[in-house]
């Protein structure tokens, strides 16, 4: 059996946590042994654990916007350098053969994997747009501290490529996959109109992610403006919370919000763990990112679902909706657009149950969750293999 040490970036319960967590809990224990060392505490601790998966938690640094200063460098370069040493020790106690570092913003496996002479596998899910020098110092690193680097869309390695710092053949895509038996078409969703005082003849548009400054918020409020203006039983439903120490954006978000004038058929929550019955709620789902977006999860689960999906258009998206089969794409950051896409699905309920069928299918054919298990065991078994030949 071989021990492979996962390090991530949070513990909390989003796109890249969920995939993380289910290539875990579907790996043959038989052959591999995860071990997984988080940077704090949270529900992924939790789901880990309840997996009989060991999991340690160490508040080694992440890479994120609040050290982009000098200060802020500094005590990131401190922490990194210490916690590493602490990572290196654990390893070697725990006879680790390979290292999996999920997210651009865990440096710390890459350092880890060198000082032992051991293979590093880095999922990257990121399309680091801003600031330009964060994307070159990350490319460099990952180029030359992983031994194989896993995108999960075409979109991420084209971005990466793009920095001239990987050698051919060193990026692979692996797409993400879910789970289509817990996010399917016939979960239940009635207990949500009664919570939320929706009537159960509206017409729900919805989306679900992270408050921050480039998942679209603003723009799917300007353009759900415009659709429940001419269609008065439309209700709009955003689900998603800030980063921690972002709260701020809740609350900008809840302002804007509350000066609309259809407020009262606007829904707004933060955090949930019923999105699958969220996802079912809905009759569109919509995610208008403003940056690209790498290869978001909450499609992937929509998809399941059956629902048929509006966005902008550039990103990992692209890879995901087949314009007119299973969706529709949309100009960037034009929100007139965006309402328009919304409306044509939405007013034709026909169309709108067969991109939702085709939605399904097309999640079952390109997206599942055991081809994605399928390919990151076949690169395991190939890192290790090369390792013994070493």
């Not at 299973?326 to 950051?333: A, H, Q, S, T, W």
Request: glycine share 6%.
């Amino acid at each position: 059996m071989k021990n492979i040490l996962f390090l991530h970036a949070g513990a909390e319960m989003y796109g890249a946590d969920k995939v993380l967590l289910d290539l875990i809990k579907r790996l043959d224990k038989t052959k591999y042994n995860p071990i997984v060392i988080l940077p704090t505490a949270g529900i992924l601790v939790d789901a880990l654990e309840k997996e009989k998966v060991e999991v340690m938690v160490i508040p080694y640094p992440i890479m994120r916007r609040k050290y982009f200063n000098p200060k802020g460098l500094i005590e990131y370069g401190v922490n990194l350098v210490k916690y590493t040493h602490q990572l290196v020790n654990i390893a070697k106690k725990k006879n680790i053969d390979l290292i999996h570092s999920n997210t651009a913003a865990t440096l710390e496996g890459g350092f880890v994997s060198r000082k032992l002479n051991i293979p590093h596998l880095w999922s990257i899910h990121e399309i680091i747009v801003n600031p330009k020098i964060m994307y070159r110092v990350t490319c460099k690193l990952i180029a030359k501290y992983s031994s194989i680097t896993i995108t999960d869309s075409h979109a991420v390695k084209n971005h990466l490529d793009a920095s001239g710092c990987f050698k051919p053949n060193k990026i692979k895509v692996i797409y993400n996959g879910v789970d289509s038996e817990r996010f399917n078409p016939n979960n239940d969703c009635t207990y949500l109109y009664e919570e939320w005082n929706i009537p159960k003849n509206s017409r729900i548009i919805g989306m679900m992610g992270r408050v921050n400054s480039w998942k679209g918020q603003d723009d799917f409020l300007k353009a759900a403006n415009i659709v429940m203006a001419k269609y008065p039983d439309v209700y709009t439903v955003f689900i998603g919370a800030a980063f921690e120490g972002e709260e701020w954006r809740e609350k900008d978000l809840a302002d804007k919000i509350a000066c609309s004038p259809y407020s009262d058929r606007i829904i707004t929550k933060g955090y949930r763990t019923d999105s699958e019955g969220i996802y079912k709620l809905y009759d569109v789902f919509v995610l208008p990112s403003i940056n690209p977006d790498p290869f978001p999860t909450v499609v992937l689960e929509a998809m399941s679902t059956g629902k048929p999906i509006v966005g902008y258009k550039h990103g990992g998206i692209c890879e995901m909706v087949k314009e007119e089969y299973n969706g529709l794409l949309c100009e960037v950051k034009n929100p007139d657009d965006l309402a328009n896409k919304i409306e044509k699905i939405l007013i034709d309920e026909d169309e709108r149950k067969l991109m939702g069928e085709n939605s399904r299918k097309r999640l079952l054919s390109n997206f599942s969750i055991e081809s994605y298990v399928d390919n990151y065991t076949n690169e395991y078994r190939r890192l290790l293999r090369e390792e013994r030949d070493e």
